[in-house]
């Protein structure tokens, strides 16, 4: 079923390959809009920087996984206002990222 705690669970399996930490928790999406019962979503989101050499593989997973929930139409809204900064990270993101870098 298309709603948007189903899209965001969803959405927590599209990890940046370049961080290892799925797009949700990095504070990537910047919000969903569900048109005509759940056929088609906007994903509004951004990337970590302008020139992110995943942007096209992140596009691709976001749209699939979105599908997957049965939604037939969805266009990826990408958006660089506000810029990404590390503060729109999740907790759980900033401790794991302490971790790794």
Do not use: H
Request: some cysteine; overall charge negative; hydrophobic content about 45%.
């Amino acid at each position: 079923m298309v709603t948007e705690e189903a899209i965001y669970e969803e959405l927590k399996e599209v990890v940046d390959p370049e961080i290892q930490i799925d797009v949700v928790n990095l504070g990537m999406i910047y919000g969903l809009t569900i048109e005509n019962g759940g056929e088609r979503v906007v994903v509004r989101m951004t990337l970590t920087t302008m020139g992110c050499p995943a942007m096209e593989q992140l596009q691709e997973e976001v749209v699939a996984r979105v599908k997957r929930l049965g939604a037939k139409d969805v266009v990826i809204d990408l958006t660089f206002d506000p810029p990404w900064t590390k503060e729109m990270m999740s907790e759980e993101a900033k401790t794991v990222l302490r971790y790794l870098f």
